[in-house]
């Protein structure tokens, strides 16, 4: 019996529930039958006894195994499957919605060149790494480049993003990996930067990546489909640059020799790929592949953005916590007491940060009260704050009776237990389990290295690259520490409660829970995780909006591991207030970020919407494609750009092959349309009176406004 009581605290919790409910109905069910046997002579000829079927249980409230397995299966089906369609179609529909970011428009021109002349060069002083050129290069290969072409790239990621989360199911429960997925499928941030063409959300990517992976081989469960298929990916990105090189090197610059080399390397790459992944898989049945994608995953997110190590230094600072926290929590006679004081002292520097900065406290409720109320985009603006108020007080509430109830005694039991025990201990011991941990650490060690090199390296055609990488780490500190937007020391808290209010107060109550129970080791990862790189980017002068998606991720997590906690708690106003939570943060951010992304996509009262193009370039960039029809002229029309302020133009008049930035007023008689600076206007109308008309004003980004000027004869008559 004590074996079979080890075996089911192994089990998820769900498996777990069904064994004990199926041995308690074996057992009464012997008791009713033992009498029977000790009375009864056997038969003389072998007879068949039908037994009716055993009694229910005393409490006839308490579904049946079967039923409860099989409930927890259908909801677990239908609930990710929606979660996932809801995903795709808030980061998929109406993507050229918004018009290009000035960012966007950088790094399309990076993209433009890889994809012309097959050259991008990294260079540390612009912008990030090298890895969303690339992916975008595939995109562009069967879409072109085109707004939708490259935009896919990062709406791909964000859905990568909340797939993985599913991943999560043993260590936050059903219902909590449900709604932790829903949480960041309808994040208004998350969403929002998988439409945008930026680095931001790869990165999330990756690092997220590399979490679920060392949990993954910790397990030591057998790689999945999916993990074989990013392997073999990342294991062909390896070897294809070898391939162009060597083929390159044979064939010269003859078109017809260099494509079949290519052909063949290439095919020779992919067999080499297919013998590795083999001698992969049968290594301790596959296993190990997971600490290679850790690897993998851990180098892309470097050649993505520079600020990867924020994120990785807050994990391992984040264990070494967790370790601290389980010590003093773990004490037989003072465990509780430690956790008591704990959350005190947590309690008390919150209030005494709330005290020392209350005149900072104050203006954010005034900012706040402005952007629902006095400057409210519609009426339903209130009703918003009304309902991020009362999820508040509700989650006060939740708290108050959580902690108080639980103040005499131990925290209740949770209704699942970690599949593995999350500590250096236990990963030393799977890796030693590999067979070769040595071997295994060499490997992902040289697979981290390799693939840095090739992508900085610009797949082996740029050796400066290689240097500049570390260079980026001088470059980027100096950029940290200033705040050149002067978006204020509070800025990331201000933004979280405008859009992201529901992950940020529900990651709050989960993380709570989460070190008062002091059971599951990941809930606790997290929860510092969030919190912690939170607090590392509000100490950082520099302050961006796309940078809060790093930590509105993990919050969304620890939220879901709250609301699981409380939907499987053992009192019904846990349940009843878990429902309530729930649909109060599903709503508000469902609310928002359609609000966001489809309508207010460019309004720069939302947190998000940071120097953003206006929606009347889209207008403009139709005007000119009316204009060059009527001059029949199309592609090749003559556009002159005379505005020191151009990006995103270059991106967004890619097509027309006759375009000209000057930078300065430059006069061109027969050019088909003029688009200059305000600032330029007398310049402007001394050059193009004559030949020009004015017929409009475009908003570019918000204080940078373009004067259109049209050729008098392309003019229509009133």
Known sequence: MAKKKKQ????????????????????????????????????????????????PLADTSLPTAFDKEQDLSQVWRIG?????????????????????HHDEGVNGFFLTGLFRDGVYKYDPNNYHGPSLYYFALFSSYFFGLSDFGVRLVTVVFGVLTVALVFSLRRYLGTFGTLFAASLVALSPGLTFFSRYFIHEILLVFFTFAVVVCVLKFMEGERPGQFAIAAMAILLFVCVLPLALQVS????????????????????????????????????DEGRP????????????????????????????????????????????????KNRRRGLMLIFAGVLVLAIYFSKDLWSGCLWFYDIFIVNASGKEQPWVLIAIIALLIASLEVWRRYFTASWQNSPSESTFDEPQNLSYRAFAARLSNSHSSSG?????????????????????????????????????????????????????????????APLLILGALGALIAFWKAKHRFAMFVALWAFGLFAAYTLIPYKTPW?????????????????????????QWQRTAAKILAALALGICAYQTIELNFFRYDDEQRPYVYVHS?????????????????????????????????????????????????????????????????????????????????????????????????????????
């Open 289 to 336: 592949l997971y600490l290679l994608l850790a690897s993998g995953s851990a180098v892309m997110s470097f050649a993505t953005k520079e600020t990867s190590f924020i994120s990785f230094g807050t994990m391992l600072i984040a264990l070494g916590c967790i370790w601290g926290w389980l010590r003093v929590s773990a004490d037989k006679e003072n465990g509780v």
């Open 547 to 571: 940078i809060a998606i790093n930590f509105v991720l993990p919050m969304g997590l620890i939220a879901g591991y709250g609301i699981g906690e409380l939907a499987t708690g053992d009192r």
């Open 440 to 500: 295994l650490i060499f490997l992902c060690l040289l697979l981290f290295a390799y693939v840095g090199i090739v992508f900085f390296s610009s797949f082996f055609t740029y050796e400066k690259g290689i240097g500049a990488a570390f260079e980026a780490y001088n470059i980027w500190t100096q950029t940290g520490t200033k705040d050149h937007a002067q978006n204020g020391t509070w800025a990331y808290l201000k933004w979280l409660l405008a859009a992201e």
């Open 80 to 100: 990710s499957s929606v979660v996932m369609m809801v995903a795709v179609f808030l980061r998929v529909a109406w993507l050229t919605l918004k018009p290009f």
């Open 248 to 283: 390159s090197y044979f064939t010269g610059e003859n078109k017809v020799p260099l494509l079949v080399a290519r052909f063949v390397y290439i095919a020779l790459g992919m067999a080499a790929v297919y013998f590795v992944m083999r001698r992969l898989l049968e290594w």
């Open 614 to 718: 206006l929606r009347s370039m889209n207008e403009m960039e139709r005007e000119i494609g009316r204009i060059s029809e009527r001059a029949g002229t199309g592609k090749q029309a003559t556009i002159v750009v005379t505005s020191p302020d151009q990006w995103p133009l270059p991106w967004t008049l890619l097509e027309y092959k006759k375009v000209g930035f000057h930078g300065t007023v430059v006069q061109v008689p027969t050019a088909e349309v003029v688009i200059g600076s305000t600032k330029q206007a007398t310049e402007l109308e001394e050059k193009y009176a004559a030949t020009h008309q004015l017929t409009g004003t475009y908003t570019l980004r918000p204080g940078i406004d373009l004067l259109f000027y049209v050729r008098k004869d392309l003019v229509p008559k009133q």
């Open 8 to 55: 089911l605290r192994a089990l998820p919790s769900e498996q777990a529930e069904v064994e004990v409910v199926r041995e308690r109905q074996v057992e009464e069910s012997s008791e009713r039958q033992a009498p029977a046997k000790a009375t009864t002579k056997p038969p003389a000829q072998p007879e068949i006894i039908v037994e009716p079927p055993p009694k």
